[in-house]
């Protein structure tokens, strides 16, 4: 059946060549099947997938000019491979340009290997060819403006710098669409691979297909720590065995939202929350959003009350616009608007990214502004009545002849991240970094981050942000980060504003920040440290005839630790004749062999005999204030020894630390 089918294919395809044919007698039955495979692919518009049999079978026969041809037009789908669509194209021209439409074609490989004048020049030819086709010359002309655009943004080039980011992020496999928080602290994005969790499908057939198939896409995320990538981890809870796709994230990092297909084939929005150190279960948007056409991208506010997406449904301006919509009181989304022809144009718009500043809006187009294919655009929203007007393309480097799109922008305006396909790369698809170089253009706001502690540990704080210049209207209400007590919150300019922060019972604390006369990006650490007071950490518990405190209660200690720390903080460079402190990793009412090599390093173990029958057990001798030894008493704690604590001594006898305050030592 295959080699029926390769026969009628290779009728009909080799018309183009004239009288040309190509020789399969003395093919192996494998070429045979491989050219067969090639042409299914291509015929169904997988070119693709088609691009490696062609590449492969070429290589057996480089002197067969048609593979050479197909080789050459179905390279123009991959960006790594355009040196070689050029090549291939060039080569079949120089003998046979009577070829239906390849200088339409070498046009194209022009183009994408930056031959501007030359690809004007073979463009020109096409549509003066009497051979050409009435209905070939629109995507002709087309072509030409893409042509003409990406010559004149080379010409004046922007200061932006593209670099790959390297590994632990990009691998030989795809990572694209970047999305991340608005201090950089967080990447997500789309990974496909081996290490996918649903393995290949072919979805031609929409079955498992490991030979013919492309990898399921997951979601994958990076921490920066130490202003490096950290080593990805996939997102179990959101991956399964079909599409999953990143698109956004929240600028707290909170909210993710992913891309799904659903059974009837056309993809909705997803929205995943962090729960602790993970992200939730994905469920679908609630409201208008979702529709029976395709909803692939979106970009939340910074107020979380406006959601812009994209959508191809019926009664746009062709192809797939971009829309926003607010969230109703009922917490599903509603009164979806389209962006209006300033944005939208009859061909495709994509990747709305709303930056933090709540009034810059970035999204790829590949309508007649671009340079080739999807070029980003930035719109500024207009006060009076939040519409985008005014739209600007980013020039050169950042937009090329090829595709360049899910384009997002940390906080401060200068770094940004995309995803390209193009030569150099560590795989098909790479992630880069953005140096854009807005210095003259950086956007405006005021940026707050910090961290909420509850005695020193990180808490789930509530932050309730409000517009003191509106009449405490509420912009918006956000909890930190449980695992870290991280927060970040971005406020537009133009407003004074008042945050409150909520910890449980504790007291709110308050502060007031002035954005109305700020002119550029302004960024503000605020640490929030709510802390028990020292006079309500209760004595470590004591029990008749033994030690004090209770050094057998692990609950007594965690108290005592704490209590430690309070007094380390008010009092603890004080000294005093006949004070020391020692700290104290073990207690034992009947004497013991003991071992503690994971202290090894922090100082000499020592026997601390007070005549209870009690043998206690100390590391690193004695400590003149209370700060040097809780300093060591952390050290140890970290090593593993997580039940030390400091013991005072005065004058020989143990004492409680409330007793210092009494006896006056500690004022």
């Given at each position: 059946m295959k080699r029926i089918i390769f026969i009628l294919l290779l009728v009909q395809f080799v018309s183009v060549f004239r009288s040309q044919t190509t020789n399969t007698r003395n093919w192996r039955k494998t070429e045979k099947d491989s050219m067969a495979n090639a042409f299914l692919l291509y015929e169904e518009k997988n070119?693709?997938?088609?691009?490696?049999?062609?590449?492969?079978?070429?290589?057996g026969h480089p002197k067969e000019e048609f593979v050479k041809y197909m080789f050459g037009k179905t390279a123009l789908y991959r960006s790594d491979k355009y040196e070689d669509a050029l090549k291939m194209l060039q080569e079949v021209y120089a003998k046979n340009p009577k070829v239906?439409?390849?200088?339409?074609?070498?046009?194209?490989?022009?183009?994408?290997?930056y031959k501007f004048d030359e690809a004007l020049e073979m463009v020109d030819r096409f549509l003066a060819n009497k051979r050409t086709k009435p209905e070939e010359k629109p995507a002709a002309e087309f072509l030409k403006k893409y042509i003409l655009n990406a010559k004149y943004y080379g010409s004046i080039p922007t200061p932006a710098k593209i670099t790959n980011i390297g590994t632990p992020i990009n691998s030989?496999?795809?990572?694209?669409?970047?999305?991340?928080?608005?201090?950089?602290?967080?990447?997500?994005?789309?990974?496909?691979?081996?290490?996918?969790?649903?393995?290949?499908?072919?979805?031609?057939?929409m079955m498992p297909d490991s030979i013919n198939g492309i990898y399921l896409e997951d979601v994958y995320m990076s921490i920066k720590a130490n202003d490096q990538w950290?080593?990805?981890?996939?997102?179990?809870?959101?991956?399964?065995?079909?599409?999953?796709?990143a698109i956004s994230l929240s600028q707290d990092g909170q909210t993710l939202f992913i891309y799904k297909d659903d059974a009837e084939g056309h993809g909705d929005i997803y929205q995943s929350n962090l729960v602790g150190e993970t992200f939730s279960f994905a469920t679908k948007l609630k409201g208008e959003i979702n529709t029976i056409s395709q909803e692939g991208h979106c970009s939340l506010s910074p107020d979380g009350k406006t959601l812009y997406f994209t959508s191809d449904r019926p009664g746009g301006f062709g192809g797939r616009d971009i829309y926003r919509a607010k969230l109703m009181s009922d917490s599903t989304w509603g009164n979806v608007v389209n962006l209006g022809d300033s944005i939208n144009t009859k061909y495709d718009e994509d990747s709305p990214y709303i930056h933090p500043d709540g009034s810059s809006l970035f999204y790829s187009s590949n309508g007649p502004k671009s340079s080739g294919g999807y070029d980003i655009f930035r719109a500024y929203m207009e006060p009076t009545d939040s519409s985008f007007k005014k739209t600007e393309n980013l020039g050169f480097p950042i937009n090329t002849p090829d595709d360049d799109i899910y384009f997002v922008l940390a906080a401060n305006g200068t770094?940004?991240?995309?995803?390209?396909?193009?030569?150099?790369?560590?795989?098909?698809?790479?992630?880069?970094?953005?140096?854009?170089g807005f210095e003259a253009k950086t956007p405006v706001l005021l940026f707050v981050k910090g961290k909420v502690t509850f005695d020193g540990a990180p808490v789930e704080s509530t932050i309730k942000v409000e517009v003191t210049s509106k009449n405490n209207a509420v912009f918006s209400t956000i909890k930190t980060i449980p695992a870290s007590g991280n927060y970040l919150v971005s406020l537009p300019p133009g407003q004074a504003y008042k945050i409150t922060y909520n910890y449980k019972d504790e007291k709110p604390k308050t502060f007031e920040f002035d954005a109305t006369q700020i002119t550029a990006f302004t960024e503000k650490i605020v640490d929030i440290k709510f802390a028990t007071p020292i006079d309500t950490i209760p004595v470590a518990a004591t029990v008749p005839g033994k030690?004090?405190?209770n050094e057998f209660d692990k609950e007594a200690i965690t108290l005592l630790q704490k209590k430690i720390s309070k007094y380390s903080s008010a009092y603890g460079k004080i000294s005093a004749e006949g004070l020391e402190f020692k700290v104290q990793v073990a207690a034992f009412k009947n004497p013991k062999n003991y071992k503690f090599k994971h202290l090894k390093g922090l100082g000499k173990i020592d026997k601390l005999l007070l005549g209870d029958g009690i043998t206690r057990i100390t590391i690193n001798g004695t400590f003149k204030t209370l700060e040097s030894a809780w300093i060591h008493n952390k050290k140890v704690i970290k090593a593993g020894q997580d039940?030390?604590?400091?013991?005072?001594?005065?004058?020989?006898?143990?004492?409680?630390?409330?007793?210092?305050?009494?006896m006056g030592i500690y004022k």
């Open positions: 070119f693709k997938m088609a691009l490696p049999y062609f590449e492969n079978i070429h290589k239906d439409v390849i200088e339409y074609d070498l046009a194209r490989a022009l183009h994408y290997n030989s496999d795809e990572e694209y669409v970047p999305t991340i928080s608005a201090d950089e602290s967080v990447m997500i994005y789309t990974y496909t691979g081996p290490k996918s969790k649903g393995g290949k499908l072919n979805e031609t057939i950290q080593t990805p981890m996939a997102l179990d809870n959101i991956n399964t065995k079909s599409h999953d796709a770094r940004g991240y995309y995803s390209s396909g193009k030569a150099g790369g560590q795989g098909l698809k790479d992630i880069y970094l953005v140096e854009t030690p004090l405190p039940d030390a604590f400091v013991t005072v001594l005065y004058q020989g006898k143990r004492i409680y630390l409330e007793e210092l305050t009494k």
